[in-house]
């Protein structure tokens, strides 16, 4: 069955560095998602993105945040200068139509030091 | 936050049917009804959705009460690799994708 695949699973780096983290999407889903999840709470909405823009994205999602989609297959998120706030489970997801259910891929966990 | 109600446990022998709650009595016609959940350590999985019919894949059934105002996932046999924490989520469909809004969910605990 085809999954959503992040990598790396684990990224450790140095507050104030630039992070990204990459993700495949389900080879023919068109709607692509980020979400963190903060150690011990919930899981919550980044930003969604299709058509090559942003369709919605949430008060988290500030300036330090960027996503991509660089090539046909991949998907990014960037956070521009980490702080050691943004230590959390990040989770891409992805859906074929915005009317289907989002897949998840199994998390980048960020470590910021 | 999220518009859903749900026990923050529960308790369920192997073999046996698990039935999860969830209270969602703001819900709005055009809103549908989720389930996801999430085993340790592992991204969010889907089970099912539904409008206001009763649903059934291979892992579960969504029961969806007339009102709409409340729904039960049902997992028929329920396994230890069950053990997980389940989210039910109220989403509107449109056709630019909208967020999950996750709340805290049930943990659901399967024991032998």
């Known amino acids: 069955e085809p999954e959503v695949t992040q990598t790396p699973s684990h990224q450790v780096t140095q507050m104030g560095q630039e992070v990204i983290l990459r993700c495949v999407p389900i080879?023919?889903?068109?709607?692509f998602y980020w979400y963190r999840q903060i150690l011990g709470q919930k899981v919550e909405f980044l930003v969604s993105f299709y058509n090559n823009e942003i369709s919605e994205k949430s008060e988290i999602f500030d300036d330090q945040f960027s996503v991509e989609r660089p090539d046909g297959s991949n998907f990014t998120l960037k956070i521009r200068s980490t702080k050691l706030e943004d230590s959390a489970m990040y989770f891409c997801?992805?859906?074929?139509?915005?009317?289907?259910?989002?897949?998840f891929g199994d998390g980048t966990r960020l470590s910021i030091l | 936050d999220a518009k859903t109600t749900q026990p923050p446990s529960m308790d369920c022998a192997e073999g046996r049917a698990a039935n999860l709650p969830c209270n969602h009595s703001t819900i709005s016609g055009n809103e549908y009804v989720y389930w996801y959940r999430q085993i340790h350590s592992q991204g969010p999985q889907y089970i099912i959705h539904g409008l206001k019919n009763n649903e059934t894949n291979e892992m579960a059934s969504l029961i969806i009460t007339e009102d709409r105002k409340s729904s039960t996932l049902i997992l028929p046999h329920a396994t230890l690799r069950d053990t997980a924490v389940y989210y039910c989520?109220?989403?509107?469909?449109?056709?630019?994708?909208?967020?999950?809004?996750f709340g805290k969910g049930t943990t659901l605990s399967v024991s032998s």
């Open positions: 989520i109220v989403r509107v469909h449109h056709q630019a994708g909208t967020a999950l809004i």
């Open positions: 080879s023919n889903h068109l709607y």
């Open positions: 997801a992805s859906s074929r139509t915005g009317y289907q259910p989002q897949h």
